[in-house]
């Protein structure tokens, strides 16, 4: 009998897989049930080390965060990040990218943002800032697409803070179309004394893309030693490698 999390890891893959001869509505029907199996997971079926939610004094020389893998390939990635408390993941993008992000530990804040098109001088882009959200273990995953609250920066309250990220496709070199899904960074532009202050409507903002993530967010990795994804789907049934 499979797992929560290797259920999850066999829906993630049917949703996402890009194969043209399953319907859109089927996919469709696949993305609801796995938003829905989402919502149940917790810490416990990911076997997450106790350890690695302790809420410790900080510490320079240990990273802010901890990233785990349980399952990649070309469509999917399946992943955990541990935040240290009053840790803030930077606002990022996902570039044509689908993503659920389901807390399994602790309290974040989840800021996001919409690109809308606009651009002005110095490499920024007009967004619409949605309402900020606090999502503990009792709240369903938060969802992104490729048009819509594709960028966000996350942040632990009151303690550390872990969750599951499901993003399709994953970043990095994707062989199929040619190119790198690279992920981009940005923070908020200061508009005070720029010709682009007064050209947008005041629920949207300018964002301004950095060449790389602040220098106190870096990662550490963790081994999963939960219940094993890496596998392949055959008939519908799980097949463990």
Same mark, same amino acid.
């Given at each position: 009998?499979?797992? !929560?999390?290797?259920?999850?890891?066999?829906?993630?893959?049917?949703?996402?897989? %890009?194969?043209? $001869?399953?319907?859109?509505?089927?996919?469709?029907?696949?993305?609801? /049930?796995? @938003?829905?199996?989402?919502?149940?997971?917790?810490?416990?079926?990911? $076997?997450?080390?106790?350890?690695?939610?302790?809420?410790?004094?900080?510490?320079?020389? *240990?990273?802010? &965060?901890?990233?785990?893998?349980?399952? @990649?390939?070309?469509?999917?990635? &399946?992943?955990?990040?541990?935040?240290? %408390?009053?840790?803030?993941?930077?606002?990022?993008?996902?570039?044509?990218?689908?993503?659920?992000?389901? &807390?399994?530990?602790? +309290?974040?804040?989840? /800021? $996001?943002?919409?690109?809308?098109? #606009?651009?002005?001088?110095?490499?920024?882009?007009?967004?619409?800032?949605?309402?900020?959200?606090?999502?503990?273990?009792?709240?369903?995953?938060?969802?992104?697409?490729?048009?819509?609250? +594709? !960028?966000?920066?996350? &942040?632990?309250?009151?303690?550390?803070?872990?969750?599951?990220?499901?993003?399709?496709?994953?970043?990095?070199?994707?062989?199929?179309?040619?190119?790198?899904?690279?992920?981009?960074?940005?923070?908020?532009?200061?508009?005070?004394? /720029? +010709?682009?202050?007064?050209?947008?409507?005041?629920? *949207?903002?300018? !964002? *301004?893309?950095?060449?790389?993530?602040?220098? @106190?967010?870096?990662?550490? @990795?963790? #081994?999963? %030693?939960?219940?094993?994804?890496?596998?392949?789907?055959?008939?519908?049934?799980?097949?463990? %490698?």
């Amino acid at each position: 009998m499979t797992s !929560l999390i290797q259920r999850i890891g066999r829906l993630a893959i049917q949703t996402f897989s %890009r194969d043209p $001869s399953v319907p859109v509505n089927l996919k469709r029907s696949y993305l609801k /049930q796995l @938003e829905d199996m989402v919502s149940s997971v917790s810490s416990d079926d990911l $076997s997450l080390d106790p350890s690695l939610l302790q809420d410790e004094p900080y510490m320079p020389t *240990k990273a802010p &965060v901890i990233y785990m893998l349980l399952y @990649e390939d070309m469509d999917v990635n &399946v992943c955990v990040f541990i935040l240290r %408390r009053g840790v803030r993941m930077p606002m990022h993008d996902h570039p044509g990218m689908f993503g659920l992000l389901k &807390v399994v530990h602790g +309290n974040i804040a989840v /800021q $996001s943002y919409t690109l809308v098109g #606009e651009t002005g001088p110095g490499d920024v882009q007009c967004a619409v800032k949605h309402p900020v959200l606090e999502r503990n273990v009792h709240h369903p995953p938060i969802s992104l697409t490729p048009d819509r609250e +594709n !960028l966000h920066e996350i &942040v632990a309250i009151d303690g550390p803070a872990a969750f599951l990220d499901i993003l399709s496709p994953p970043y990095g070199e994707d062989t199929r179309l040619g190119i790198d899904r690279d992920c981009h960074y940005y923070r908020v532009a200061d508009a005070s004394s /720029q +010709n682009y202050s007064s050209s947008i409507d005041t629920n *949207k903002i300018w !964002l *301004k893309r950095i060449r790389s993530a602040p220098n @106190e967010f870096w990662c550490d @990795e963790a #081994e999963y %030693r939960g219940p094993p994804l890496k596998g392949v789907i055959e008939d519908g049934w799980w097949v463990p %490698r």
